[in-house]
């Protein structure tokens, strides 16, 4: 009988209960046993209570939960190889020989790290007498899929990320609340939102909700020139008679020269323009709340699918991604799909911005 752990890692993200519970769901249907392997890495290296037998009714009402239940966390020890040793010893003494990780590209790059290390690990395991070479026959393979929960939207080869949809949702309506106000008294806003090196969130919801300027990394205005034209496409706004001003900044915004640019900054831009002006950064309510129903089926579909990646595993196979391209779920290469995200990056860095927005707009399918 299969034992499948199943974690959230990185940055919680609204949709990852939804994405738990059809994992746990679609695991106990395939007749696996499965396991939330609670706090990400850490409950993998600490073991013990952390990991934790699901069984159906565990995750009910999961699918309106926000957050993550069975926790997140940062683990500093996962990154070392001793971390990863205790990790293995958890998983072989609680019969666990596949692992389904939602997380940023960071917890995938982790998974497939311990994928790749796993024959050693266990090797080591045998050597050190923490188990007998039969106790480990069983665990020759490490089957490890890889889920994408981020609001961000930042992974490469998926059109979507779990948690991406509600953020933006959010981000609309906190923008929608502060344009009223705005209007009400003819004042400026700097809304600062996230995305870290994407701008994928401060582009749409800079369309969304009809922003009159947004700055993303992927886009950087010149350097010295953007204070002008800053104020020169506020002003032609004012003159057609709009009395609200939203400016959208993406938190990695930055101008061509690679100077970050800051909310601060361009209030004070606009404040040169004799506008009041206010900033207002969303912060942590971009992660709260309750997953759209968008990210609800997605998580869903993806879990599911997650499971079935599972089962179909070979030792041959590439570590999968569960993506999805044009509405329908699809299973990708999990380190190409890394590759290519940190190539975005990379592009921005060496000021190839037209490059960095070829990349965010392609996939590996095409
Ligand atoms: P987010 O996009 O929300 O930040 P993330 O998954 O990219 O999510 P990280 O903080 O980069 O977030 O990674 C989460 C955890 O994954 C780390 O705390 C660590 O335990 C593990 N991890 C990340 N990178 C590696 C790596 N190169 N090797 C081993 N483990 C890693």
């Not at 959208?248 to 002006?277: F, R």
């Not at 999968?320 to 990708?332: C, F, S, Y």
């Not at 190409?336 to 990379?346: C, F, Y």
């Amino acid at each position: 009988r299969k034992k499948i752990g199943v974690m959230t890692s990185g940055g919680d993200a609204p949709g990852m209960n939804p994405a738990v519970r059809a994992v746990v769901r679609a695991a106990i249907y395939h007749d696996c046993d499965v396991f939330a392997v609670y706090e990400g890495y850490e409950g993998l290296v600490k073991g013990g209570d952390l990991l934790r037998q699901m069984d159906w009714n565990d995750v009910r009402s999961y699918l309106s939960l926000g957050g993550t239940a069975i926790g997140t966390a940062r683990c500093a020890e996962f990154r070392e190889r001793e971390g990863r040793l205790s990790a293995a010893a958890n998983m072989i003494r609680n019969g666990i020989d596949a692992l389904i990780v939602c997380g940023g590209d960071g917890s995938l790059t982790g998974a497939d790290l311990f994928r790749s290390d796993w024959p050693s690990l266990v090797q080591e395991l045998v050597d050190n007498k923490t188990f007998s070479p039969q106790e480990v026959a069983p665990y020759k393979h490490l089957t490890i899929v890889g889920l994408v929960g981020s609001i961000d939207n930042d992974m490469a080869c998926t059109d979507s990320t779990i948690g991406a949809y509600s953020s933006l949702e959010r981000i609309t309506e906190m923008v929608d609340y502060i344009d009223a106000t705005a209007t009400s008294h003819s004042r400026a806003f700097v809304v600062e939102v996230m995305g870290r090196h994407c701008g994928w969130l401060g582009l749409m919801s800079g369309l969304s909700t009809g922003a009159d300027y947004i700055f993303i990394p992927e886009r950087p205005p010149k350097a010295g020139e953007w204070h002008q034209e800053l104020k020169n496409i506020c002003s032609r706004h004012k003159a057609k008679g709009k009395r609200r001003t939203i400016v959208i900044v993406a938190e990695g915004a930055i101008d061509d020269q690679l100077n970050a640019i800051s909310a601060d900054q361009v209030k004070d831009v606009l404040v040169e323009l004799g506008l009041d002006t206010r900033i207002t950064t969303l912060g942590h309510v971009q992660r709260g709340g309750t997953a759209v129903a968008s990210d609800r089926l997605l998580a869903t579909l993806q879990g599911v699918d997650a499971v079935k990646a599972v089962l179909e595993n070979t030792p041959d196979t590439p570590l999968p991604m569960i993506g999805v391209l044009e509405n329908k779920i699809v299973r990708q290469p999990l380190m190409e799909a890394v590759r290519l995200t940190k190539s975005v990056a990379t592009a921005i860095e060496s000021k190839d911005f037209d490059k960095a927005m070829q990349l965010r707009d392609s996939t590996f399918a095409e």
